[in-house]
């Protein structure tokens, strides 16, 4: 995969220097501070761990966004009790982000108190990578899996035209030694964003990514992005993740689905405004004698033991380690980029 802006030379980043920028960039654009240094962490965050269709390529979309006045920077989440095992949460036009964060203490609580909590997220905006939503309750001790749709850009099978977005799950739980497993996945074959970049640095899209304005198979990105469309991975297997995930992300939450995003009032607008829902549990609840991250280890030996070397998760953990003992890799045109976005 292709370094998004890539031009010049590299600069190696300080990670709390690039978050601080970045979060300067949101103020500078009207968000408040507290989503401004969720929202940069993040990015920054995707950066760092090689994650680049979510890292900071996508801060000119931000701040398209922002500008058009699609998003608000400054919502009030308002969390609402749903019951013993739920919680609603109204992102009021704001990020996603901002709003889980407000609800993780009570839902966390929740999980630990009933053994599970769902958090469902309504009229929020999401254009980020969702492992940042899952990690973090993996490494306290929970399994944690999100959901979250997009902007319609994904042909169900047999459809004319785009219906599904496309929809991100991720999914972590803790592993022995304090590790955790964790996938994050697009239920495209390629992520919006990757298309995005190929067009961008010119490479073609594997077989089976889209098709064109007139429904043909094809690998040319520019003739995805220009009327074209994105196909699900694993055909209708795919499809039908797609559908539980618009059913659990808006159904579910009271968001829309990706077909009802409707941006055309706003310019410059990226960001999708529709839902996420997050399940948390509590593995202590289940009923492995071994203990819970025990067992998961063992499946993970079994995996490496049967010839996977890779897990999911561990090409972004190695190059998050590498970027946090050299600093995060920043290309020259990049720098002045960002530098246009705070002074613009
Ligand atoms: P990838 O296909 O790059 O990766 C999917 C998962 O598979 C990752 O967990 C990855 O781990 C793992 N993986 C990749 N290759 C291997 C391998 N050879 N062996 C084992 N595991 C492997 O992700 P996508 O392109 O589908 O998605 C990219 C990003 O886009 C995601 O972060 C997603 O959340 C985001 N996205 C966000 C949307 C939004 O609406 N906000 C919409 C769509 C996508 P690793 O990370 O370590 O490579
Ligand atoms: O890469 O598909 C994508 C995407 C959509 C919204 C944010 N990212």
Same mark, same amino acid.
């Given at each position: ?9 590299? $600069?190696?980043? /300080? ?16 968000? @408040? ?19 680049? @269709? ?17 998003? /608000?920077?400054?919502?009030?989440? #308002?969390?609402? /009790? ?5 919680? +609603? ?14 609800? $993780? ?13 769902? #958090? ?12 940042? /939503? #899952?990690? %973090?309750?993996? =490494? ?14 994904? #042909?169900? %099978? ?14 972590? &739980? ?8 964790? *996938?994050?996945?697009?239920? @495209? ?12 640095? +010119?490479?073609?899209? %594997? !077989? ?13 990105? +520019? ?9 699900? *991975? ?25 077909? =009802?995003?409707?941006? @055309? ?31 998961? =280890?063992?499946?993970? !030996?079994?995996?490496? &033991?049967?010839?996977? !070397? +890779? ?11 590498? &970027?946090?003992? =050299? ?18």
């Amino acid at each position: 995969r292709g370094k998004a802006g890539e031009g010049g030379a590299m $600069t190696p980043m /300080d990670f709390d220097a690039l978050v601080a920028l970045l979060a300067r960039i949101f103020l500078a654009n009207g968000t @408040s501070p507290g989503v401004a240094d969720i929202l940069a962490r993040n990015c920054a965050g995707a950066e760092r761990d090689g994650a680049m @269709s979510h890292g900071l390529f996508r801060m000119p979309g931000y701040v398209a966004t922002l500008r058009s006045g699609w998003v /608000d920077g400054r919502a009030q989440p #308002v969390v609402e /009790d749903g019951g013993a095992s739920f919680l +609603r949460v109204d992102a009021a036009n704001g990020f996603a982000q901002p709003a889980l964060a407000a609800a $993780t203490p009570m839902a966390m609580a929740k999980a630990r108190a009933t053994g599970a909590c769902v #958090v469902a997220i309504r009229r929020s905006h999401h254009f980020a990578a969702l492992w940042p /939503d #899952v990690e %973090p309750f993996a =490494e306290a001790g929970l399994v944690a899996i999100a959901m979250v749709d997009s902007m319609a850009v994904v #042909v169900p %099978p047999g459809a004319k035209k785009p219906v599904y977005g496309t929809n991100p799950l991720a999914f972590a &739980a803790p592993r022995a030694g304090g590790k955790i497993v964790v *996938f994050d996945q697009a239920v @495209s074959l390629l992520a919006h964003g990757d298309v995005q970049i190929a067009a961008r640095e +010119r490479h073609a899209l %594997p !077989e089976g990514a889209g098709v064109d304005a007139a429904g043909r198979p094809t690998r040319d990105p +520019r003739a995805v992005l220009d009327g074209g469309a994105l196909l699900p *991975f694993g055909g209708h297997k795919g499809a039908a993740i797609a559908m539980m995930i618009e059913i659990m992300a808006a159904a579910l939450t009271g968001g829309l689905y990706a077909h =009802e995003v409707d941006w @055309s009032g706003h310019p410059g607008a990226q960001t999708p405004c529709t839902g996420e829902c997050v399940i948390l549990i509590d593995p202590a609840r289940g009923g492995s004698a071994a203990g819970f991250a025990a067992r998961v =280890e063992q499946l993970v !030996e079994a995996l490496r &033991a049967a010839g996977q !070397e +890779r897990m999911p998760g561990d090409r972004r953990f190695a190059a998050r380690e590498k &970027a946090l003992r =050299e600093g995060v890799a920043v290309s020259a045109e990049m720098l002045a980029r960002l530098g246009g976005l705070v002074a613009n």
